[in-house]
């Protein structure tokens, strides 16, 4: 069973640029969610899809946004880059969210904002 | 508010020995979920072992064992006969039944020498 894939895996920007990050899950999963990972702050969640809808948030600003299809691919944007999005953007996948099932986490996207 | 503390920010074993990583957690929640997750260098999050609040039993999988102590809120690892590719950041993660999202400890840097 493929797992949790993430692309690109590394993406270099400069502020005030977007960026879009891909998240496919583990076939079957309906759940989606997105951490944020930097030295200063640890894993932070960011948000989570479920059957095309955003269950929860975290506390980010609005300049970070997400979606999910109907194939439960995920998507997460970023706009307007600050020096401060630097971070590995990891991805995780679990069947429903709300049950015992642990989340299944992909590589990562490692961003870098120059 | 949920919370993971880890207090070791790194330990050293010795191949094949055991030992104990610290997770201590702080919730309001009845009914919650603990996870322990490795992190290699690469970047990947890597599911371990979970333990949901009313289990009666302390889980384990393979060399990995979680020591539950509900009245203490506490969820130590124990990785029993070390290897060298243990060598990794170990983060103590929980769940509500609330929302389907992990909160992370600090997380602890393992190494392991020959």
């Known amino acids: 069973k493929a797992g949790v894939t993430q692309t690109p895996r590394y993406l270099i920007k400069t502020r005030g640029q977007q960026v879009t990050l891909s998240c496919s899950p583990i076939s079957g999963h309906r759940s989606v969610s997105w951490y944020q990972q930097t030295p200063g702050q640890g894993l932070q969640f960011l948000f989570e899809?479920?059957?095309?809808?955003?269950?929860n948030k975290g506390n980010f600003p609005g300049r970070f946004s997400g979606r999910q299809f109907s194939n439960s691919r995920s998507e997460m944007n970023v706009s307007t880059l600050e020096l401060g999005d630097s971070a590995l953007y990891l991805c995780?996948?679990?069947?429903?969210?709300?049950?015992?099932?642990?989340?299944?986490f992909g590589d990562g996207t490692r961003l870098s904002i120059l | 508010a949920q919370k993971i503390t880890q207090t070791q920010p790194g330990m050293f074993v010795q191949e094949k020995e055991a030992v104990t990583l610290d997770c201590t957690y702080d919730t309001s929640d009845p009914s919650y979920g603990l996870f322990w997750y490795k992190q290699p260098s690469s970047g990947e999050m890597i599911f371990l072992i979970y333990?949901?609040?009313?289990?009666?039993q302390n889980a384990t999988e393979g060399r990995y064992s979680l020591n539950f102590q509900k009245a203490r809120k506490s969820a130590n690892l124990v990785i029993s006969a070390s290897q060298l590719g243990d060598s990794a950041m170990y983060f103590c993660?929980?769940?509500?039944?609330?929302?389907?999202?992990?909160?992370f400890g600090t997380g602890t840097r393992l190494l392991v020498s020959p």
């Open positions: 995780a996948s679990s069947p429903g969210g709300f049950d015992n099932q642990p989340q299944h």
């Open positions: 993660a929980m769940r509500d039944d609330i929302a389907p999202r992990l909160v």
């Open positions: 333990q949901g609040s009313y289990d009666q």
């Open positions: 899809y479920f059957s095309e809808t955003q269950r």
